[in-house]
């Protein structure tokens, strides 16, 4: 039998209560001249109804990245019913850490504990998160460790307070993503084998692609422009102040570019069709991350129009009641849908994310697979909760 991974627990961690639309902005610190302009019609495209953020009303970091992270983890581990300890790898995806050095893997392993483990940090944007249950699940079916646990954790919220923006009026770029991140944290538990009591997630392959040789760079924070230029990044400023009075230290996404990403990501899909790792016939559900509603529109206009054969009813995603978390969003949407039952033994799962950093891809395949006969739990006690194992929203 050749060597496999499996999902046997799945946790996420939201910060505070949630936040409706009519309190984001107080919650951000208000809007500058002209904003509820912009703010509004951001709103109404990306269609998020509420999000979580780890600020205060007044402002203020409530939790760090790396304690969102470690909440994640505890409630994946609680859900398997084992600890920190029984870890052998631990491996940490998000946009930005809460220091700059050391990486956010090891902070993350010093506030879970455990024992020694190896400790990976995939940095990067949306699609860090998958990376890093790529190299999870290749160390298990390696065989260097028997067990790992995969978070993707991100506090965008930081970085979208009004005191950011105080050196001048914003850019649409820049007014773009604040109205469209927010705060939280997934988290996946990995095994060699099957759960021993409930079903478990199969990963059957996981695929990521790059075309930053093709595109210039569309999401981005520490530079002007799309291009970086030696001496003009945001460390080659006189201090941090004059990096952030240069506006370097927004983060900006060139919306012009989000066509062109779905055209891609559409692109690369087919190509997982016409190579076989995708069955149209046999997928019975889509987890697609997208940032906004009207990307997941020019998505499914492109579907439509290619493959006729992919009912999108398929496809689940929570932006709307979770907000876009960037690379916790694939987990935390992953987790909800365990957790509620969507999911069914022998049921195939395509797990979708896009990133507009430099544009590139990543895909994860998962099959619901039962309980193995004689399987057993290696001396380590169980959760009892139950699992999913209906058919409650079977397309």
Not at 197 to 209: A, E, K, T
Request: hydrophobic share 40%; with cysteine; net charge negative.
């Amino acid at each position: 039998m050749p060597a496999s991974a499996y999902i046997t627990g799945l946790g996420s961690y939201l910060p505070g209560e949630p936040v409706d639309n009519d309190a984001i902005a107080d919650r951000l610190g208000g809007v500058g001249p002209g904003g509820d302009r912009i703010k509004n019609r951001i709103l109404d495209s990306n269609g998020i109804r509420q999000r979580h953020y780890a600020l205060d009303a007044d402002g203020q970091t409530t939790e760090l990245n790396e304690e969102l992270a470690v909440k994640a983890l505890q409630a994946a581990l609680a859900d398997r019913g084992i600890g920190a300890a029984d870890l052998g790898m631990l491996a940490c995806a998000t946009t930005q850490g809460d220091l700059l050095i050391p990486g956010f893997g090891s902070m993350v392993h010093g506030r879970l504990g455990g024992g020694p483990m190896q400790v990976l940090t995939a940095a990067g944007v949306c699609a860090s998160s998958l990376a890093a249950l790529d190299a999870a699940s290749a160390k298990i079916r390696l065989g260097d460790h028997p067990r790992a646990a995969v978070v993707g954790s991100e506090l965008a919220s930081r970085w979208l307070h009004r005191r950011r923006f105080a050196s001048g009026k914003p850019s649409l770029d820049a007014e773009f993503l604040r109205w469209m991140l927010s705060d939280g944290a997934g988290a996946v538990v990995l095994e060699f084998q099957p759960h021993p009591d409930r079903p478990s997630l199969r990963i059957d392959w996981v695929r990521q692609m790059s075309l930053a040789h093709e595109h210039k760079v569309c999401m981005r924070a520490g530079m002007s422009g799309t291009d970086p230029v030696a001496g003009q990044t945001w460390q080659d400023q006189a201090d941090v102040a004059s990096a952030e009075q240069a506006g370097l230290m927004h983060i900006r996404q060139d919306t012009r570019d989000l066509a062109a990403l779905a055209e891609a990501g559409l692109q690369q899909f087919e190509e997982l069709v016409d190579i076989g790792l995708i069955d149209l016939r046999h997928l019975d559900h889509v987890l697609c991350h997208y940032s906004t509603n009207a990307f997941r529109d020019i998505a499914f206009d492109g579907i439509r129009a290619r493959i006729p054969g992919l009912n999108t009813d398929r496809w689940f995603s929570n932006l709307e009641t979770r907000g876009n978390t960037g690379s916790a969003s694939i987990f935390i949407a992953l987790e909800e849908s365990w957790r509620t039952g969507r999911f069914a033994a022998g049921d195939t799962v395509l797990l979708a994310v896009p990133e507009s950093g430099r544009f590139s891809f990543a895909f994860a395949h998962l099959t619901v697979v039962e309980p193995r006969p004689g399987n057993s739990s290696s001396g380590v006690s169980t959760h009892a909760s139950t699992a999913p194992n209906r058919r409650s929203n079977r397309p």
